[in-house]
């Protein structure tokens, strides 16, 4: 059936707010119709250009973080040692084009600590991954920064075998047999 | 991102990826109403389902105008089921067109935008369900608006 005979036969069985509900339909504009529409669309982003503030610039700045954050810690993804809490946070100020010792004011912190964290020389206490939390505007939830910590945590037990050798003798015995009831 | 079960209001979590060429077998125009295999070359197509089900709810076709920062909505369509005062579940449009407004703002951080050219019909219905700003024959999503239907769905 042609796209258009698709919305012919659904608007006669459904309302518009129905179909907006369900379906963004195809539509077909002449090349004329095509540039016109280019040349209103860059006229009207042209004034929300004009008139945007520097609030939602942040927060769609912070929005790309967010999905960056999101797509690296779905379980598909592969550990990467770069990707630590520290990268991104580094990113997060870079992002928002903040001095780091701006930034570090504006969460309360020392901004020595700041850069140990960006730096990876230390593991932020939870309260810093709540400052960060409500710092963002809840765009990105400090249980995000705890995932991140938790993926290079996950990913440094299960290939540590240094630490599994050091362990083994304290371990008096194996449980080699799959114990019965 | 979730959607809702409308008979029994549970939210289920909604996962929204790029469809796999296996997926086109079962994209069918019964179900799905357009032939979705014919954009495949043109467009870049998202599927939405739920998390743990491979059922594939809704689909999307994204066009990227990497030179206007700007992802266009070619097509969308939910499955036959999930349409009309009936359908099984709610809120599956909204995660779609959020999604695609999570896309731009990954690609073009501030400039971010996601535009339709709709069917005269629907345009007041975008516009207040989905907060979309008329442009001339688009309707479009920027700034402020399209923050807000990321709060409001992703």
């Given at each position: 059936m042609k796209n258009n005979k698709v919305y012919k036969k659904l608007i006669k069985e459904h309302t518009p707010e129905e179909l907006a509900e369900a379906f963004v339909f195809p539509v077909k504009l002449t090349k004329k119709q095509q540039k016109e529409a280019a040349e209103q669309l860059a006229a009207a982003r042209k004034k929300t250009r004009e008139s945007r503030t520097e609030e939602i610039k942040n927060s769609l700045r912070l929005q790309h973080l967010k999905f960056r954050i999101e797509d690296y810690l779905d379980v598909k993804k592969e550990y990467n040692p770069e990707f630590t809490f520290g990268f991104f946070l580094k990113q997060y100020v870079e992002l928002l084009e903040k001095k780091r010792k701006d930034f570090a004011d504006e969460i309360s912190i020392d901004e020595t600590l700041l850069s140990q964290l960006i730096?990876?020389?230390?593991?932020?206490?939870?309260?810093?991954?709540?400052?960060?939390?409500?710092?963002?505007?809840?765009?990105?939830?400090?249980?995000?920064?705890?995932?991140?910590?938790?993926?290079?945590?996950?990913?440094?037990?299960?290939?540590?075998?240094?630490?599994r050798r050091i362990e083994k003798k304290f371990v008096t015995r194996v449980i080699t047999e799959k114990q019965t009831a | 991102m979730y959607i809702i079960e409308v008979c029994s209001g549970v939210c289920k979590k909604a996962i929204i990826s790029q469809v796999e060429p296996d997926d086109f077998a079962n994209l069918t125009q019964e179900r799905y109403f357009f032939t979705w295999k014919s954009l495949r070359q043109t467009a870049a197509i998202y599927k939405l389902q739920i998390e743990g089900n491979d059922d594939i709810l809704g689909v999307m076709a994204l066009v990227d105008h990497q030179s206007e920062k700007r992802i266009e909505i070619k097509l969308l369509a939910s499955s036959i089921e999930n349409k009309g005062r009936f359908k099984q579940y709610d809120r599956i449009i909204g995660c779609l067109i959020a999604y695609a407004c999570q896309l731009s703002a990954d690609r073009y951080l501030e400039d971010a935008?996601?535009?339709?050219?709709?069917?005269?019909?629907?345009?007041?219905?975008?516009?207040?369900?989905?907060?979309?700003?008329?442009?001339?024959w688009q309707l479009y999503l920027e700034d402020a608006p399209l923050q807000r239907l990321i709060n409001e769905y992703a």
């Open positions: 730096n990876n020389h230390r593991l932020p206490p939870d309260y810093i991954t709540i400052r960060l939390e409500i710092h963002s505007g809840n765009i990105i939830p400090a249980t995000y920064w705890i995932r991140l910590i938790e993926k290079q945590r996950l990913h440094d037990i299960s290939t540590n075998e240094d630490l | 935008c996601v535009s339709l050219v709709p069917k005269t019909t629907l345009v007041n219905h975008y516009k207040q369900k989905y907060h979309m700003i008329y442009g001339g």
